[in-house]
């Protein structure tokens, strides 16, 4: 906290520095990068300070200046509102990575919403692991979020990508970010194709034909029952040589019905202290 605390410091003096008006410096903070005549940013000195500050913290730490501005603007964060955040993670009741995702959830709430946020996410922090905290503070932040989500859904599209990073041994990732109705449907389109894929004489693991399903639909518009078979495209059936590939979203329900209820329904005999609710 003392580290996050004088980088803060830093960012502020360098500043300062170059801003007498400590009213113009607070409007800085509210928005950093006010748009100028052409629409780009103004590089004014409290932005520029800020540029400067990401650059060298960048160069010291090795990393993207992207990264850099990341731990800025939460080290701001946790500085000036999650107090509660930056005392656990100085207790040593939470681990650097909770802090960080709580900040990532934290800084795009309103101000009204951080408070009862933090309580609730400190404390789950306090005896969870990083991998299931990740996914309550998904969650809770989705719950107290003031805005409808239809809104919020809509505004996140605007900034749908496709990014393509290098891996080691002439490999890469290819990532997308996507409506999460978009992203669940191509996997589970790709999943599905795989599944007829399976038989006899198939090497490949799951993961794999769900490469190479995903590879051929992108870049044949085709994909390959087996090695040197093509599928046709569209819905193509078994019966005719090919995998069928389907067409749009198909929805699927799942109904869980648990096993003591289903007994309770047949008129088996359920100890009292053991019966399920009815449905």
């Known amino acids: 906290a003392r580290t996050i605390n004088q980088l803060r410091e830093l960012a502020e003096r360098r500043a300062a520095s170059r801003q007498p008006s400590a009213a113009g410096l607070d409007a800085v903070r509210v928005s950093p990068s006010q748009p100028d005549a052409r629409g780009g940013a103004t590089w004014n000195p409290a932005f520029t300070a800020r540029r400067e500050l990401a650059t060298e913290l960048a160069t ?6 992207r990264t850099a501005e990341t731990r800025i603007a939460h080290a701001e964060l946790l500085g000036a509102q999650l107090h509660e955040t930056a005392d656990a993670l100085e207790r040593a009741v939470i681990t650097p990575r909770h802090a960080q995702l709580i900040a990532d959830r934290a800084c795009d709430l309103p101000p009204e919403a951080r408070a ?3 309580r609730l996410a400190v404390a789950a922090a306090e005896r969870m692991g ?3 905290f990740a996914r309550r503070v998904r969650r809770l932040r989705e719950l107290l979020h003031p805005e409808p989500l239809e809104q919020r859904a809509t505004t996140a599209a605007e900034g749908r990508w496709v990014a393509v990073e290098p891996a080691s041994d002439a490999m890469a990732y290819l990532t997308a970010y996507l409506p999460a109705v978009d992203a669940v449907a191509i996997y589970d389109r790709v999943t599905r194709i795989i599944r007829d894929l399976a038989g006899e004489g198939e090497t490949r693991t799951a993961a794999q034909r769900r490469a190479d399903v995903f590879t051929a639909l992108l870049v044949a518009g085709e994909v390959p029952c087996s090695y040197g ?7 193509a059936s078994p019966s005719e040589g090919g995998a069928p590939l389907g067409r749009g979203i198909r929805a699927r329900v799942s109904i869980t019905v648990p096993a003591l209820t289903l007994l ?4 088996a005999d359920v100890p009292a202290d053991r019966r399920a609710a009815h449905l």
Do not use: H
């Open 264 to 267: 309770r329904r047949v008129g």
């Open 60 to 65: 010291l730490l090795r990393e993207s200046e």
């Open 116 to 118: 009862e946020f933090e």
């Open 130 to 132: 990083v991998a299931p």
């Open 229 to 235: 078979r093509p599928c046709a495209g569209g819905d």
